[in-house]
């Protein structure tokens, strides 16, 4: 079946540093990319999202980057806080743009103070 | 503005017993979703609604059913719960219209323990 690989599973950085999460994804005609932040005890939150006719979009410091060739898109935080820590999840649609989201299986980031 | 709002938040359930999990959205949103969130294994799709009166099966749907109640509400019903039940569900829904590429809202989620 489609799959979404997430890495990695988990990881820790300092206050200030940059965080990437990277993923692959397998079927070529997903177009729709989200990202989401869970936090403890909630509900997971799109952060931002990045669609196949764009190669990188960026808020503050969160940017997202998309090979469609490659079939990777990869998260990136800079400057890093205490409140980034949290478990992030990506997504890939599958199955044309009616399909449903598959999850990647989430990393969770630590940012040290 | 609620969103998605799931009950109950906690429930324990004895092997055997059945229960329905409730989820209402007030976004007008076509298609709702059940997901389960297990340790390690991301988020799975259970079951979906794309629009009222239409049901489908995801990736994980032995031991459930749905339920779409009406454009607002969609129930999953656990009819015998099992250990491999313990869970935590989250229920979503996403903007009508759009096709695929949407933003899912999610709920704060429902913690099952099935001893």
């Known amino acids: 079946g489609e799959n979404v690989e997430q890495h990695p599973s988990t990881l820790s950085v300092q206050e200030g540093d940059s965080a990437v999460i990277k993923c692959t994804y397998s079927d070529s005609a997903s177009n729709y990319f989200p990202w989401y932040k869970q936090e403890l005890g909630k509900g997971p939150q799109l952060i931002i999202d990045i669609r196949s006719n764009v190669g990188e979009k960026k808020d503050q410091r969160i940017a997202v980057t998309l090979n469609k060739t490659a079939k990777h898109f990869s998260l990136h935080i800079t400057e890093t806080q205490p409140e980034d820590s949290a478990v992030y999840f990506c997504?890939?649609?599958?199955?044309?743009?009616?399909?449903?989201?598959?999850f990647g299986k989430g990393t969770k980031l630590s940012v040290k103070p | 503005n609620a969103g998605v709002t799931q009950t109950p938040k906690f429930q324990v359930l004895k092997t055997g017993q059945s229960m329905t999990l409730q989820c209402a959205q007030d976004?007008?949103?076509?298609?709702m979703y059940w997901y389960r969130q297990d340790p390690g294994m991301g988020l799975r799709l259970i079951y979906y609604s794309a629009s009222e009166g239409t049901t489908d099966k995801g990736e994980v749907p032995n031991g459930y059913n749905v339920s779409r109640l009406n454009k607002r509400e969609f129930s999953l019903r656990l009819e015998s719960a099992a250990p491999s039940q313990t869970s935590v569900y989250f229920c979503a829904s996403r903007v009508p219209g759009q096709g695929a590429n949407t933003e899912a809202f999610f709920g704060q989620g429902t913690r099952l323990t099935v001893v």
């Open positions: 976004m007008n949103h076509n298609s």
């Open positions: 997504a890939a649609n599958y199955g044309g743009s009616q399909g449903n989201l598959i």
